[in-house]
């Protein structure tokens, strides 16, 4: 497995800008630019849900709800992928986490780092 750490989180108003960074260690990491990477949420109450992700050729997804707001990158270089939050919402007050995708799956997450928008 691979270690993700997420960072960047912490609290901002309506409007602001946030950028989270998931970087990646670990035995295997010099295969990260291979690594297609997920960001997930989890507001309270609320189920975990997708964000964006990012695939090893730069070919991107997006959630609706975050679509022309977020942007998410990566540099191999520093094993790192990013997600730029722009006119963010209260409703996008939540935990995020990053994760490494295998298969169908999503094998290796971080611990999160929390985002708290306020109006």
């Known amino acids: 497995q691979v270690q993700l750490q997420e960072s960047g989180g912490g609290s901002v108003q309506a409007g602001g800008s946030v950028r989270l960074s998931c970087a990646a260690s670990?035995?295997?990491?010099?295969?990260?630019?291979?690594?297609?990477i997920g960001w997930f949420r989890q507001a309270p109450g609320k189920e975990r849900e997708f964000v964006a992700l990012?695939?090893?050729?730069?070919?991107?997804s997006y959630a609706d709800s975050v679509k022309g707001r977020f942007t998410i990158s990566r540099d191999n270089a520093k094993n790192t992928v990013y997600l730029q939050m722009n006119s963010l919402k209260p409703e996008d007050t939540a935990i995020y986490y990053c994760?490494?995708?295998?298969?169908?799956?999503?094998?290796?997450w971080g611990q999160g780092t929390q985002v708290t928008v306020s109006s």
């Open positions: 994760a490494r995708q295998a298969g169908r799956e999503y094998d290796s």
């Open positions: 670990g035995p295997f990491e010099s295969r990260f630019p291979w690594y297609v």
């Open positions: 990012i695939g090893g050729s730069i070919t991107t």
